[in-house]
């Protein structure tokens, strides 16, 4: 069967593909001949979550109280750092060897706006993964009203930005001490 971008793109379009090898999971039309299909579920359960609060801070909104589109990212970003901080990790200790995550890919989809003083819940989850990415899922609420959904893939890159494999360990719970 020959490759056929068009129908590859529709179903990425519609979010149907899986990010991390962007294939379709249990079909392998659309996609480079003997490819096969996605070995992934795309409603992968998590490995690791993590709910943390944050306080919407006045410098963080827009003259109307607003918070801004682009703090949402900042709040994912220390979602993750606490969840691996909650591993006894830090970002800092794999740095020192030599180990960095670059984030290759940022989703978010903004439903109702967060507003000053408003204090949030950012849910994040680890999922199942293996190689040279870490993708994570998000929720951000304020009480049980959901303001954002947003998702991340993460790579793992050596000092030199090389993508390099994740540390074994890292992510099955063996925090820093996986071997890297």
């Known amino acids: 069967m020959a490759f056929d971008p068009r129908a590859y793109v529709v179903r990425f379009a519609i979010g149907r593909t899986c990010a991390t090898c962007w294939r379709t999971p249990g079909v392998s039309r659309g996609v480079a001949p003997d490819s096969g299909p996605c070995p992934r579920p795309l409603n992968a359960d998590p490995i690791d979550t993590i709910d ?69 819940c950012i849910h994040a989850e680890t999922l199942p993964t293996a190689g040279i990415k870490v993708e994570h899922r998000y929720t951000i609420r304020r009480g049980d009203t959901t303001l954002a959904e947003g998702e991340t893939t993460l790579v793992c890159v050596d000092g030199d930005g ?15 001490a996986g071997r890297g």
């Open 52 to 120: 943390i609060e944050v306080r919407v801070r006045y410098d963080e909104c827009d003259p109307m109280n607003v918070a801004h589109h682009s703090i949402y990212a900042v709040w994912l970003e220390l979602a993750r750092t606490e969840m691996l901080r909650r591993r006894d990790c830090a970002y800092a200790d794999l740095e020192a060897r030599g180990i960095y995550f670059v984030v290759a890919r940022l989703s978010l989809r903004y439903r109702k706006p967060a507003k000053y003083d408003d204090i949030l």
């Open 162 to 176: 090389r993508p390099r494999p994740i540390p074994e360990g890292l992510l099955g719970g063996a925090g820093c």
